[in-house]
Each structure stands twice: as C-alpha cells, then as structure tokens.
C-alpha cells in the first residue's frame, strides 16, 4: 500500500473511531498523516481533512513547525487553515501537481486572455473560509515557471498562449497562489505570502471579504501582482505589505454586469514595479464606492495611483486620501478610453487629497532583478495625467491638498512637443491603458484633456532641476476651478496652458503665468 493511500485511510479512521476528537473541530495535519519534510507531497493528505471537516460541521486544520509540500488544494466551507509561526505550505514545482478550478458559469468569452483559476488553492461557491496564522505560503514560483517552460520546449506540456517574443510561458499556465470565485465571508489574516508562479491573491465575484495583516512578497517572476480583486463587495484590505513584480493591489472587473462595489484599502505599503493601487486592466463592469487611506508607495515603476476605464466600465464615488509615495515613477493616471465593450464607459466623481510624491529622474526599480518593462521611446519625464477622449468628458475630479514633486531636467533634444501642436498629442482611443501611452507630453505637473469639472485647491507642484515645459497644459477642458496653486518661480515663464477652456475661475494664481493657445 502506497502512502497516498495510507493516509487517506488514516483520515477516515479518525473521523470514524475518534468521534469526540472531530467534535473539538480542530485537527493537527500531522495526526492525520501530514509529512513536514518539505519533500512529501501532501496534497491528498491535506484534501481529504479539508473535504471532511467541511462535511462534518467545519473546523480548523493546523499547521504546526515543518515545511509541508502540496499541489493543488481547494477549500471547502467553514474551513479555516490555520499556518503556526514557522509552518511552511510549499507549493509544488511539478506543473501536473496543479489543475484548472471547474467554474461552470465563467463566461470565458468575456474574459481576457489572463483570466486563470489555475492556482496552488481555490475556491469556488463556498463559504466562512479563512487562511490564518503568522506562517507562510510559498508557491516556489521561479521552479515551478522553469519546469513548466522546459515541458513546453520538450512538447509534452504545450502552452498555445507562449509568449515567444518575451520567451516565458502565458499566465494561464502559470499558477497563482490563490483564486478565489464566487465565495463569501472571507478571510485571510497575518500570514506570509510569497513566490507566486503569476498573480497572488486573486479574488473574483466573492463578497464579505477580509485581508488584514499579510506580508506578500511576490517577485518570483513576470506577472506577479499582489492582490486583484474582480468583482467583489464589501472588501477590507487593511494593513497590508505588498511588494510585487507587477501591480501592487489591482481591481479588474470582467463581468459586464458587475461591480468592484464598496472596496476600502486602508494602512498598506506597496513595492511594485508596475503601479502601486490600479482599476482597471480589465474594466468590463466597473468599480464603485473605493476608499483609499493612509497608504505609503515606494520604489514604484509606474503609477502610484491608476484609475482606467477602457472596456465600457463605470467607475465613480472613488476617495483617495493620505498617501505618501517616495520614488515612484507616475503620480496619478486616470484615463477614460474606448478598447473594447458595446458602449463607452464613465469616470466621475473622484476625490483626492492630502497626496506627497516625489518623482525620480531615473527609474525607480533599477534595483530590482524582476522590473517593468521600459518604455520603447526616448522621453522626459511624465506628468500626471487626467484625459477622457473627444466626445466623452471624464468627470468631477476634485484634487486637494496635493504636493508633488518632480526632477525636472528635461531636454528639447531628447523629446518635444511644441504648444502649438497640442492638437497633435494622440488619443489612442483603443489601446492599453498606461500613463506612457500618449507619448512625450507638453507638461510636466499635469496633463488634463477633456475633462468636464475639474477642481486645483491647494495644489503645489516643485522641481528638483529646470524644466523647460509649463507646469500645467489644459485641453478641452469645461468647469476649472484652481485654488491656490503654488509653483516654482520662473520669471518671464508661462505655467499654465490653456486650449478650449470654459468657465475658467482662479484664486491666488499670477495672470501673467496662464497662455492662452488655440
């Protein structure tokens, strides 16, 4: 008899003989023949006392010292795993360890080509789940890529979506750490999280959903975001370390007919080599009621705050307060665009206040072994960027008590777009939403197109070294209140940049620094 087997039947001994030993509801995985050596697999030991203790009523199954190699697992209702300080769950580096989660009503033509349940533990329509304990995960990311790339070139595990120009296999090989579908009441405290194969945390259509307390470290290899939260309500993720190769905390909405719906992100660190806090690489639905507070963004390659909506999505009533990004690449990007969906979506009603930024004059994550891939032209340094596109305003944007600062030092000869060819900047209404998109840009503080509602209070804007480029360029922009905006003094320099501006009203701002371009 295998071991396999061995401690299949040592899980139904238990549960048969030792009644009053199920009733604590509480199991040691080493008592129902769990191997801690890091080098037996655990996998159906593991599954069968999650299978049971669900069908008993529910529990906890603890993790106590050791390292305990598994493959796929997937979690049942009112189950709680719970990882004791210095309790390792190793995810395998064999790719036929792992399979796809069944979810037979993912309408897989919404879904973009991302989209994977494949993941080291899922979830799908259960209930009152949680991952707890001061232990740690960790998916052995970088082996598990590497085996699966080797299959691949040997032809036994072919990956159709290969990504030969970048020579890694596509995400939907790779596994996440997590994915989560349809659950409710979750919650995952204290643990550590690390070296995922592709995304982390990854949580769609589930609700009631609690992340507090974790420390993810997800830079094994591409793709690896943090945490994506599609289409939930009523999310907390408070406390929170995150440092990722790819986005730090990142909501998508692939259902059309959903919502990201009342998501509060509160007293996080974000490392990331893509944008800090992002909505919207996916934007089908929508995001509604965000807030955002009291976050701290560091060693950022592209934005600290992204907020896109390409694929018709509605996002509205998002808050943003209290952060504070040192080196980051990008301050704010919010972009309304046209890539895909049956109608236009929205963006409106946006709050932002109390932000400081500083803004390097090289790359912020060059010390990184896994980093952003680079932009593909010569340029100067990128303003913040507010821009809906002709016909379709992004609206009501409020920016308070905002102060960024940044390097300055640009050069005509490395990038130039004179002001009067600001009708020559680009919409690129389809295309992937970042803030290099447009290209070089006339501004270096803020770049605002298109845009109906816009309100400057307390607004201060520095530069470390000269920059030929005004601070601000508006462009079709109708409703602009500035309060207050206080910038570096030039003599004899036009700060501000007007085109097609209505209903223009300014308090304490020098007339003598606002040009007027047709």
């Known amino acids: 008899m295998n071991d396999k087997k061995l401690n299949i039947i040592i899980v139904f001994l238990l549960i048969f003989i030792s009644p009053n030993m199920w009733g604590q509801h509480t199991w040691n995985i080493l008592d129902v023949g769990g191997i801690n050596d890091g080098k037996t697999i655990n996998t159906d030991t593991i599954q069968s006392a999650i299978n049971h203790l669900s069908n008993s009523g529910g529990g906890k199954l603890v993790f106590t010292k050791g390292k305990y190699l598994t493959g796929c697992l997937q979690l049942k209702s009112n189950v709680k795993l719970y990882l004791e300080k210095g309790a390792v769950l190793l995810g395998s580096t064999n790719p036929f360890d792992y399979s796809v ?66 020579k890694r296999p596509s995400e939907n090989v790779r596994p996440k750490m997590f994915f989560f579908s349809g659950c409710n009441d979750v919650e995952v405290k204290g643990t550590h999280l690390k070296n995922s194969a592709s995304w982390g945390l990854t949580f769609d259509s589930c609700s009631n959903l609690q992340l507090n307390g974790l420390s993810i470290l997800n830079r094994a290899f591409w793709n690896n975001d943090g945490i994506d939260v599609i289409d939930c309500k009523n999310v907390n993720i408070t406390n929170c370390s995150v440092n990722s190769a790819d986005d730090g905390i990142c909501l998508k909405s692939y259902h059309p007919e959903s919502f990201n719906d009342s998501i509060n992100i509160s007293n996080c660190n974000i490392i990331s080599s893509a944008s800090a806090i992002k909505f ?5 639905g929508g995001f509604k009621n965000i807030t955002i507070n009291h976050i701290k963004v560091y060693d950022t390659f592209r934005s600290a705050i992204a ?50 930024i500083e803004v390097p004059f090289g790359r912020p994550d060059i010390n990184y ?18 821009s809906g596109f002709s016909g379709h305003n992004i609206e009501n944007i409020h920016l308070k008590n905002i102060e960024i600062t ?53 607004i201060k804007l520095k530069l470390k070294n000269d920059d030929f480029r005004p601070a601000l360029v508006l462009d079709d922009v109708t409703g602009h209140t500035i309060n207050n905006l206080l910038l570096p003094k030039e003599k004899n320099k036009k700060q501000v940049v007007l085109k097609d501006v209505t209903n223009l009203s300014t308090n304490n701002i020098d007339s003598n620094s606002i040009m007027y371009v047709k």
């Open 101 to 166: 989660l069944n979810i037979p009503d993912k309408n897989v033509v919404l879904m973009h080509n991302d989209y994977s349940s494949l993941a080291l533990i899922q979830a799908y329509k259960v209930h009152n789940i949680s991952i707890c304990g001061e232990g740690c995960i960790d998916g052995q990311g970088l082996e598990l890529v590497l085996n699966i790339d080797s299959l691949h070139h040997a032809g036994v595990l072919v990956d159709p979506n290969y990504n030969t120009r970048r």
């Open 280 to 284: 919207g690489t996916a934007s089908s």
């Open 307 to 356: 907020i896109e909506s390409v694929d018709g999505g509605i996002i509205e009533n998002i808050r943003i307060s209290n952060l504070i990004a040192k080196n980051t690449g990008n301050p704010i990007f919010i972009r309304l665009g046209h890539r895909s969906g049956s109608s236009v979506g929205l963006i409106r009603n946006i709050y932002i206040s109390n932000i400081k």
């Open 369 to 386: 072994n896994i980093r952003g891939p680079e932009v593909s032209f010569f340029h100067n340094s990128f303003p913040s960027v507010i």
């Open 406 to 458: 940044y390097p300055g030092r640009a050069s005509k000869g490395m990038a130039y777009v004179p002001l009067y060819r600001l009708n020559q900047v680009p919409e690129f209404i389809r295309d992937y939403p970042e803030f290099s998109m447009f290209g070089e840009l006339p501004a270096w503080g803020f770049y605002i197109r298109h845009v109906k509602g816009i309100t400057f209070n307390n």
